[in-house]
């Protein structure tokens, strides 16, 4: 069902969205995928290497309107239409609310609130138009409940879901679906750490959220998937 269809993955370089590119590669998709780091341009040769040909790298801020703009440009100029949006680009850190500064508050909202907004806004027109089309916001279980010290990065994930919810009922009469997959701890780089570290063993792999995105694209026209939430066994939390 997605083969030859087109995604754009933000925040592919590495981690989370790196993988999801290999997967919907692995479903014939085509692949635009973006980062901020000239980082995203050796993901593409790598991926390139395991014998997915069709994965053009775009480096690009989400913060910035401009660069998404041009996401979408390239993508519709070198693939011809875009079928998914995956809103990955992300960042976290944590640590107590008094000694997080307006500069950090002020970029962890630009990156993961003003990017899922700014990558929807460009890629919105197109998918009206087309009245078809697919957008995967990839937010977080504490987009549901919070934690001590994830007060600014809790806040942004909320943010997400709000927005997520209010796009999707807007966008529905053109026949495009928004959902969120909302995932606990995964092993990756985020907040400045290392995929594969021997104490993330039992965390979710990346695998296990790219795997869901395939299964929230290729959901049958008739099908919206509004939220997928996934946690690694380990992990306690609280359970509506
Ligand atoms: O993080 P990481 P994840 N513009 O650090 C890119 C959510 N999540 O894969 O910019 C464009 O390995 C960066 O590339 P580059 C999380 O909130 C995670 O875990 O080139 N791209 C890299 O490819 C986030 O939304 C966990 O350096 C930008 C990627 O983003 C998503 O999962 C738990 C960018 C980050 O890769 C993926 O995060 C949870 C920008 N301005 C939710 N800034 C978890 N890991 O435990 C960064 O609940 N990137």
Redesign the pocket.
């Known amino acids: 069902m997605l083969k030859d269809q087109i995604a754009i993955v933000?925040?592919?370089?590495?981690?989370?969205?790196?993988e999801i590119a290999i997967k919907l590669a692995e479903q014939g998709m085509k692949v635009t995928i973006?980062?901020?780091?000239?980082?995203?341009s050796n993901?593409a040769e790598e991926l390139k290497d395991m014998g997915f040909p069709n994965i053009l790298p775009v480096?690009?801020?989400?913060?910035n309107e401009e660069?998404l703009k041009e996401v979408v440009r390239k993508t519709i100029e070198t693939y011809g239409k875009v079928d998914v949006l995956v809103?990955?680009?992300?960042?976290?850190f944590f640590k107590l609310t008094e000694e997080v500064t307006v500069e950090e508050w002020k970029r962890i909202f630009?990156?993961?609130v003003q990017?899922v907004f700014l990558a929807t806004k460009a890629v919105l027109p197109h998918m009206k138009e087309r009245k078809s089309g697919t957008i995967i916001n990839?937010?977080?279980?504490?987009a549901r409940y919070t934690i001590p010290n994830g007060a600014a990065?809790t806040a942004t994930?909320y943010a997400v879901q709000g927005f997520s919810g209010s796009v999707a009922q807007e966008v529905r009469e053109y026949g495009i679906r928004v959902g969120t997959i909302?995932?606990?701890?995964?092993?990756?780089?985020?907040?400045e750490?290392t995929?594969g570290l021997p104490d993330k063993k039992d965390?979710?792999k990346?695998e296990d959220?790219a795997n869901a995105v395939v299964y929230m694209a290729s959901a049958p026209k008739h099908m919206l998937i509004d939220e997928i939430v996934l946690h690694p066994f380990v992990q306690e939390y609280p359970i509506a």
């Open positions: 933000t925040g592919a370089s590495r981690g989370i969205g790196k973006v980062g901020s780091s000239s980082q995203v993901t480096q690009a801020d989400v913060s660069d809103n990955n680009a992300g960042v976290g630009e990156v993961n990017g990839i937010s977080s279980d504490v990065y994930k909302n995932p606990g701890m995964v092993d990756t780089y985020f907040a750490s995929q965390w979710l990346v959220i």
